[in-house]
């Protein structure tokens, strides 16, 4: 039915790899690309036994367009699932728009040298205008609307779990349980345990760069910036038990206060174990979460892309990794006239995502929402040329799909509430 390419061959892709070619009747041509072609052999050479769909596999530069849009030609792709590092999604996009192809991410763009003229310029006038700090923001995606307009196509923008699925989450909640939603609460909680002293769960890059910069929440019709790691409250998780959550900023914030027009207030938590903080606050007072180039022997490096390479591959935490994630939405507003609590979320188990694909479930809970993002656009399901997140689409067909491949939902109008 349709011609897909993957492109990334890390965790979150390999679980994505696994779901389309679970789903051979819509998938029936899929094109792993990387810039390392044997990671995407190997993917291959396991599925291909099992599956209906045919695999191939290309060697790229995610940050050529040039050698893009010769894949893309050669392959005729209808959809392009970027799943690999954000820095390369303007370069993707570029490459879908000059195509004629659907675009998906999972994550929002930003640059990979953060000293760049041009790129510094716009983001200083940003922290002016918006008040918040972080690197990744939706503005250098959300100008490919008309691009992708014209061309009648759709670009997906963050379709994973934190962004993706916590948007659907507003859409639903907006559609079906409230006249007005008034606070939202996103909480994201990896209750998961494996056994290193320390690791990330996705790209150690991206990851220590979104937790290390400055904190933000939305109230009262802007952000607000604080330190990072300064606001730490405690919740008890189905599945994970109590644990200790912290504000970040997370881009899906910047886009549900725009959807969500009554909001008062928008908080964003994730979970971190003391281990994890004090590793990584000793980490950034070395320098070593730098992205600025040193001269170490004769050889500039990046602190923080040398320390990437020492950490444990977060693909390969699935045989050791115990436990259970939990992701979900609280939001608060009226019904009726009422006051109601609703309480969105999914439970995934490390171990069975592990049986499944060989994979734990961080990577399993952004790959799986990419799929049904991709199955969105590609029966037609999701029809709206331009450059969206996912709350601007209806959010019924997502959910009915999601729970069958894998991540089903539970909700609960009587949610215990994160302190004020």
């Known amino acids: 039915m349709s011609r897909a390419i993957i492109i990334g061959c890390g965790g979150v892709a390999q679980v994505a790899v696994h779901k389309c070619c679970q789903h051979s009747e819509i998938f029936t041509d899929l094109c792993i690309a990387s810039r390392t072609k044997a990671k995407c052999d190997k993917i291959a050479k396991e599925l291909a036994p099992k599956t209906k769909t045919k695999i191939t596999t290309a060697q790229v530069d995610a940050g050529n367009v040039g050698e893009l849009v010769k894949l893309f030609k050669e392959f005729k792709p209808d959809i392009v699932l970027h799943l690999g590092m954000p820095y390369h999604n303007l370069t993707i996009m570029d490459a879908c728009v000059e195509c004629g192809v659907h675009y998906l991410d999972t994550a929002g763009y930003e640059p990979e040298n953060t000293d760049d003229p041009t790129w510094r310029a716009i983001y200083e006038k940003r922290c002016r205008e918006k008040h918040f700090m972080a690197f990744f923001d939706y503005s250098w995606q959300w100008a490919y609307q008309d691009k992708f307009a014209k061309i009648g196509k759709t670009a997906l923008l963050g ?19 409230f ?5 939202l609460d996103i909480l994201d909680c990896n209750g998961g345990d494996h056994g290193y002293p320390f690791a990330t769960n996705f790209n150690p890059e991206i990851n220590l760069r979104e ?8 109230e009262g019709g802007s952000f607000h910036t604080i330190p990072a790691m300064s606001v730490h409250k405690k919740y008890n998780f189905e599945g994970a038990g109590e644990r200790d959550i912290y504000m970040l900023h997370h881009e899906e914030v910047e886009s549900i206060v725009n959807y969500l027009t009554d909001l008062k207030r928008v908080r964003f938590f994730m979970t971190f174990g003391q281990s994890y903080i004090d590793h990584m606050n000793c980490l950034e007072d070395v320098g070593m979460l730098s992205t600025h180039p040193v001269e170490f022997q004769g050889h500039k490096i990046v602190p923080v892309q040398f320390l990437k390479s020492l950490l444990p591959d977060p693909a390969s935490l699935g045989p050791r990794t115990k436990g259970k994630t939990n992701i979900g939405c609280i939001f608060r507003g009226t019904k009726d006239g009422k006051p109601k609590d609703f309480y969105i979320y999914n439970v995934c188990d490390h171990q069975e995502c592990y049986k499944e694909v060989g994979s734990q479930a961080v990577p399993y809970t952004a790959g799986v929402p990419a799929v049904c993002g991709a199955m969105m656009l590609l029966t037609g399901k999701w029809d709206k040329a331009g450059a969206y997140t996912c709350e601007e689409f209806d959010p019924d067909p997502f959910l009915e799909e999601l729970g069958p491949l894998g991540l089903p939902s539970k909700t609960t109008t009587h949610p215990v509430l994160v302190e004020e």
């Open 211 to 218: 937790v290390s910069s400055p904190a933000s929440y939305w």
């Open 179 to 183: 006249d007005k939603i008034e606070y």
């Open 159 to 177: 379709c994973g779990f934190d962004p993706g699925v916590t948007q659907v989450y507003a859409a639903y909640a907006k559609k079906h349980e």
